[in-house]
């Protein structure tokens, strides 16, 4: 069973930066396509980067573009997401998501992955 946990959430001041990770468990091949998302209160959940384990791509939504870094440490099965610059529009609280697929290019659609995590809180305020 894959499973994911997320940590690194927190409180961080507008303009500050925070690392979320997510340590996957139980994947069962080299082809998956992990994705990191938001949901601010009230509002849908939003994608907001996405990696690609076979070929290293990666994508980003429009928001967090030259914010946001994704990454990925193999050895340790751990997925990470750099976040930069942070503003109050950003509070929210973070998911990563998985799904195990052996071709194409991940998406930051909520509808493309299978498995999820808890979700870590993020909270930018002075």
């Known amino acids: 069973q894959l499973q994911l946990v997320e940590s690194g959430g927190g409180l961080v001041q507008p303009g500050g930066s925070l690392r979320l990770s997510c340590a996957a468990s139980?994947?069962?091949?080299?082809?998956?396509?992990i994705g990191w998302f938001r949901q601010a209160p009230g509002k849908e959940r939003e994608g907001v980067s996405c990696?690609?384990?076979?070929?290293?791509?990666?994508n980003y939504a429009d928001s967090v573009k030259g914010r946001f870094t994704i990454s990925k440490d193999s050895a340790k099965n751990m997925v990470y997401l750099q976040m930069n610059s942070l503003n109050p529009e950003d509070t929210a609280v973070y998911y990563c998501?998985?799904?195990?697929?052996?071709?194409?290019?991940?998406?930051?659609?909520?509808?493309?992955?299978?498995?999820w995590g808890q979700g870590t809180q993020v909270t930018v305020s002075s």
């Open positions: 998501a998985a799904r195990q697929v052996w071709a194409g290019v991940c998406s930051v659609g909520v509808g493309w992955y299978d498995y």
């Open positions: 139980g994947l069962t091949s080299a082809y998956y396509h």
């Open positions: 990696f690609t384990n076979s070929g290293g791509r990666t």
